[in-house]
Each structure stands twice: as C-alpha cells, then as structure tokens.
C-alpha cells in the first residue's frame, strides 16, 4: 500500500509537472497585461455643449458647439464676418461680447489682444470657442486698439514739430511723400492716392512687401512685422504698413515673390 501511495504520489506530481509546462497556461514570467485607461483611445474627454451665438451685425444666430471655432461656423454658415490671418495674429475678426471675454469663450492663440482688452470684451472669433450662449458683434478692431481699461484718454507728449519727416520716393507710382517719423510709409501712400499693393495692414500677409536700396533695418522702424525674417529685411525687403521711415531714401513696390526668394 505504502508503494502504491507513492507511486500515486509520483503520477500525481507527473501530471502536475505537465501542466505547469504547457504553453497556454498562465506562467509567473508572462503576466497577463492589465489594460489601463490613461492616456490614447481609452481616455475620456468632457462632454460636448452647443450654445446659441447671436451675431448682431450680420442679423443670424447660429449653433456652435464647445469644440468649435466661432469664425468657422461663421463661414460654414455663410455670415459676412470680417477676418484675415485666422491665427489671432492680425485683430482683423476682433468682436464684442456682453461682458469679460474670458467668461464666454475660450481662446487658443489670441496673440492680438491683451488681457486688458479681452477682460474689456473683446475676442477674436477665429481662435475662440464658446462657453455659453451669447451675443457677439463684429468689426470691433478700432474699438480694441483705443481701447483703455480706466477709460482714460492717452495724453499726446509729442507735438508735429517735434516729428521728423523724411522724403519717400516710390520708384513704381513715379512719386514722393514726405513722411513723418511716426507715421506709417502705407498711411502715408494712401492719404497721397497712391496706387501701392496692401491687404492685412498688420505686417502678417506679406502683400505690401517693398525693398530699400540697403538693410530695412537703416531705413525703417518695423512694428509688428510678423512676415518677413530678419535675413529678409537686411536684405532689405521692408513691410510698408508697419514701417515708418528713419531717414529719406527710394522704395520700390510689388516685390513680395522676390523677398519670398530670399
């Protein structure tokens, strides 16, 4: 008996053996992978809103969703609303809203604004996505340039007389503009009628590139020059609607394809 007891035993321990090598089983050196929720398909994101956004200008309401931009359904919907570099750069699509703008949307990029002015009210729609419903009123980019959060008016310091002027010769519209050292040489064009190519009027579209006979930076003080790089302008490639002249000199228009070449 006490033979047959340990040869069970064996056959026993045999079996064991057995299934502890086989391959389907489940073995101490290869865990099965416990699946996780962070991060990829398996993360959950907050639930999606859609707010009622009356457009008082262009007279439409229309439906736009958390995770939308405002200027997009805008466009989508056909409403004529003002905009330009759609990066919150250029303040072209700049708009009011009833109250303190980080209240009603949420901005992604509104490098024109400070936040004086979207706690003002003010919001650029082709970076913002709503939070609520509200009403919300375009072509509002004057309003947001004046704009002072105690409402006080910027006293002038400086006088005409003391504001150098200097001698621009436009080599294409055969003819000279004397401009003054704070104003801008695209200013300075069309208040004379010159017939010079322009579109944004905020240094980012590129269209109204010029060159100067030497490094733009001798000829002209850039502000908010956003399209041309520093190699580009001392090669001197010039943005005429945010530059204003630091001495007389020649300027030829309609190189933007040229500058791009550098």
Request: with cysteine; proline share 5%.
């Amino acid at each position: 008996m006490a033979a047959l007891g340990s040869a069970g035993l064996l056959s026993t321990a045999g079996c064991l053996g057995i299934l502890g090598d086989d391959e389907t089983g489940p073995r101490a050196d290869d865990p099965t992978p416990v699946p996780t929720t962070e991060g990829g398909e398996g993360t959950t994101t907050g639930p999606v809103e859609t707010f009622d956004i009356e457009w008082t200008v262009q007279g439409a309401t229309t439906a736009v969703a958390s995770n939308e931009v405002l200027l997009d359904v805008a466009i989508d919907e056909g409403l004529d609303v003002p905009y330009q570099c759609e990066q919150g750069i250029c303040g072209v699509c700049t708009s009011t809203v009833p109250g303190d703008g980080t209240d009603y949307v949420e901005h992604t990029g509104a490098d024109y604004l400070s936040d004086e002015q979207i706690a003002g009210g003010f919001v650029l729609p082709c970076v913002a996505s709503p939070k609520q419903d509200f009403s919300i009123e375009t072509g509002k980019q004057d309003a947001a340039d004046a704009y002072s959060p105690d409402g006080a008016e910027t006293e002038e310091t400086t006088t005409a007389a003391d504001v150098e002027s200097f001698s621009i010769d436009w080599t294409v519209q055969g003819a000279t503009t004397d401009v003054p050292a704070t104003q801008t040489l695209l200013d300075s064009a069309l208040d004379n009628d010159l017939d010079v190519p322009y579109e944004c009027e905020h240094g980012v579209c590129g269209e109204c590139t010029s060159e100067v006979p030497g490094a733009g930076s001798e000829y002209v003080d850039h502000d908010g020059n956003q399209y041309l790089s520093d190699e580009q302008v001392e090669a001197g490639y010039v943005l005429t609607c945010v530059g204003s002249p630091k001495q007389d000199f020649e300027i030829t228009t309609g190189v933007k394809d040229d500058a791009d070449a550098v």
